[in-house]
Each structure stands twice: as C-alpha cells, then as structure tokens.
C-alpha cells in the first residue's frame, strides 16, 4: 500500500493577493493568487486566510485534516500591527479582555487574548504601496495574539478602540514564525513543528 506523503509550506503572502489559489468571479480577475508564487502540489491549499490587504505568514498543506484541525484548535497567531495613533495602556487592557465587533451581521465580544505595544518599529519588507508617513499624524506597533480567527478580526478590533489598522503582517502561527522572510518567499516546512 502506497502512503501519501502531504507537503507543506509557509510563506510571505504580500500585500494585495488573495489568500486562494484561483477564483470563478469575474470581479477577481485581476487579482492575485498564490499560485503566482510558485509550483505548488495539486489539493494544495492555505490554512486559514489573510485577507487581501494584509501580509505575512500564511501556512500552505496538501494535508486537509491537518488545515481542518489548525483551523478549529486554537492555536495561537500573532500579528504585528502598525495603528493610526498613540495607543494607550487602557486601550491594550481593552483589545486584551475582548472587545465587541460585527460578525456575520451579529455583535461579537472577542476572546481575551495577548497585547503589547512594540519598544520600535519591527524589521519587515517593504510594502509595495506606500504606507502614510509620520506627517498625517502619530502610529504605534502592537503585537496582538489571538486564539480564533473571525473575518478580518484584528482589523475591527483596533477599529473598535479608536485606532484603527494601517498595516497588518502575521509573524506567528503555532511555532512557526515569519522569521526574516521576504514578501512572496516560499519556504518547505516540516509541520511537525507546529504545536
């Protein structure tokens, strides 16, 4: 009997592409895709989404009991988050007991989760759109941890605090971390160490 070895992969999804592999819509047409980003296996498919406008680790398997189970687990994602405005120590203590956001036409209080303003600016790639400078006002970077994975979560909670999202790139998922990758690298990952 011949055993299927799955293959996995992370990578720097960057800034305006879809975290899918193709699309039936003719208003996606001109988007971009993962699969501009390499060869990939057949049934390859990303674990989770980033949404278009965000960057960063995005994990890739041909294993869908495993995307299945990163998806429903729990496991923690950290995001870096460069927000419009000084955020405050009571703003973090919010975002860190859950704040409420829309979900799915509904109001949603989020999980509490892990929050910190960053002592400077990470090191990350450039972004291939310019973000707004200094000139337009004051930004803080955060780090934000979160457990689950609503659409666009992050995004709404740092709106819901007065601050809203300028740059979103995802460092971490699990114990895979975005280290110093380059936007659109591809990396073979051995996912064993995940957890």
Same mark, same amino acid.
């Given at each position: ?20 592999? @193709? ?22 498919m ?10 960063g680790?995005? +994990? +890739?398997?041909?294993?869908g ?19 419009d405005?000084?955020?405050?120590? @009571? ?27 960053l002592?400077? @600016? ?13 000139r ?18 992050v ?16 460092v971490?998922?699990?114990n ?11 990396? @073979? ?6 957890i």
């Amino acid at each position: 009997m011949k055993l299927n070895k799955h293959q996995h992969f992370k990578i720097y999804k960057p800034f305006n592409m879809l975290s899918q592999f @193709a699309s039936n819509s003719t208003q996606q047409k001109r988007k971009r895709f993962l699969g501009e980003l390499g060869d990939f296996p057949v049934n390859t498919m990303p674990i989770g989404r980033l949404d278009e406008k965000s960057e960063g680790l995005l +994990l +890739l398997t041909t294993d869908g009991k495993l995307s299945n189970f990163i998806n429903i687990s729990g496991i923690e994602k950290e995001y870096y988050v460069l927000v419009d405005g000084v955020i405050t120590e @009571a703003q973090i203590t919010t975002l860190q007991d859950g704040v409420e956001i829309g979900f799915d036409g509904k109001k949603y209080l989020t999980k509490s989760c892990k929050v910190f303003k960053l002592d400077s @600016a990470p090191i990350l790639p450039e972004r291939s759109k310019k973000i707004r400078d200094a000139r337009h006002g004051p930004t803080s970077w955060v780090s934000i941890t979160i457990t689950e994975g609503k659409f666009r979560q992050v995004r709404k909670m740092t709106s819901a605090i007065g601050c809203p999202t300028l740059r979103l790139v995802r460092v971490r998922v699990g114990n895979i971390k975005l280290k110093n990758m380059q936007s659109s690298e591809v990396k @073979a990952l051995d996912i064993a160490n995940l957890i």
